[in-house]
Nanobody, 124 residues
Framework: QLRLTESGGGMVQAGASLRLACVASGRTLSNFAMGWFRQAPGKEREFVASISWTTSSTYYKDFAKGRFTISKDFSKNTVYLQMNSLKPEDTATYYC?????????????????WGQGTQVTVSS
């Protein structure tokens, strides 16, 4: 059973940076896509970015392009989300997710594996 554990959230001021990490354990990730979603209070969970564990190809939601970078460390079984120039509207719980297959999958229903989430709060 695949287990995902996020870390790296926190409270920062607008303009700051954070790097989230997601450690995968329990199975191999060959042909898997790893992704990040976020959910603000009262809002739907939305896709942020994804990366292919095999090819390192990436896919971003428009709002994430230019400020967020997804990457992976094969040796550590870890996926990262580097977030720069953070804004108050980035405040949310950020979730790591995994699926077998394509990285192009915006809907949460397409991702069967989830972490517990890590809170990011950006103050103005």
């Amino acid at each position: 059973q695949l287990r995902l554990t996020e870390s790296g959230g926190g409270m920062v001021q607008a303009g700051a940076s954070l790097r989230l990490a997601c450690v995968a354990s329990g199975r191999t990730l060959s042909n898997f896509a790893m992704g990040w979603f976020r959910q603000a209070p009262g809002k739907e969970r939305e896709f942020v970015a994804s990366i292919s564990w095999t090819t390192s190809s990436t896919y971003y939601k428009d709002f994430a392009k230019g400020r967020f970078t997804i990457s992976k460390d094969f040796s550590k079984n870890t996926v990262y989300l580097q977030m720069n120039s953070l804004k108050p509207e980035d405040t949310a719980t950020y979730y790591c997710a995994a699926r077998s297959g394509s990285i192009v999958a915006d809907s949460r229903q397409q991702w069967p594996y989830w972490g517990q989430g890590t809170q990011v709060t950006v103050s103005s």
